[in-house]
């Protein structure tokens, strides 16, 4: 796909497509395609595709215990520095309540997201908290609304090229209206959430210590918790 997409941005318009920043979610394969393709290009692990994955694995669904409590501060780590993340780790497997159920989750975490080496080191997921959302969401509600269009799998070819029209048209005019300097602006509920997110972190930088530090795991944890879909 990469490939193609080079391609045809050569062929339209004389340039060579490159780029620098992409967010993904965590598909080793995806991954992979995209370094072969753009050697320099950054990735940035979506968010909430992290926080799934780490609800999924997590089997304890049990509400407002000391154990699930404990559980949902792991969803506070993405919201550290990179190198931050062992330590933050470390911080919370001293605290765990039940060791014969929190090293499983706790194991699985490590292994595939924490320790040298792993398969999503802490540099793709983890940042300190900003405006900028971090996820793949808007993407793949663009995919989900163009799938809407489709009520069959092999729809007439007049309803496709209909469809692409439309979402060309519609595309056009959001990036116009960026261009111009009009961005939509989040939700005022998103926009508390971040702000909170924010200061709670500032919050955490002007004392750092093991009690701060937990503090905030806590706080974030149970904001950006997994949820079942």
């Known amino acids: 796909m990469w490939n193609y997409l080079k391609d045809l941005c050569l062929i339209t318009t004389s340039k060579v497509l490159e780029i620098k920043y992409l967010h993904l979610d965590f598909e080793i394969g995806a991954h992979e395609a995209v370094r072969e393709t753009f050697s320099g290009v950054t990735i940035f692990g979506c968010r909430f595709h992290l926080a799934q994955a780490w609800w999924r694995k997590n089997a304890y669904k049990e509400k407002n215990s000391e154990f699930g409590d404990w559980l949902k501060m792991f969803f506070g780590l993405p919201f550290l520095q990179h190198t931050e993340v062992e330590d933050g780790f470390i911080q919370l497997m001293s605290l765990c309540p039940n060791e014969l159920y929190g090293h499983i989750f706790a194991d699985y975490i490590l292994k595939t997201y924490v320790e040298p080496d792993c398969l999503f080191p802490p540099v793709l997921w983890a940042k300190e908290p900003f405006q900028h959302p971090r996820t ?92 079942k879909l």
């Open 136 to 227: 793949t969401n808007a993407a793949e509600s663009f995919h989900r609304t163009f799938n809407r269009q489709f009520y069959c799998t092999r729809p007439p070819i007049y309803a496709v090229i209909q469809t692409l029209l439309e979402t060309q048209e519609e595309t056009s005019l959001k990036l116009n209206t960026i261009q111009q300097g009009t961005v939509q602006k989040a939700s005022k509920a998103e926009e508390e959430t971040i702000a909170k997110t924010i200061q709670s972190y500032r919050n955490y930088c002007q004392n750092k210590s093991s009690e701060e530090l937990i503090k905030y795991l806590t706080h974030l944890g149970n904001l950006y918790r997994g949820i």
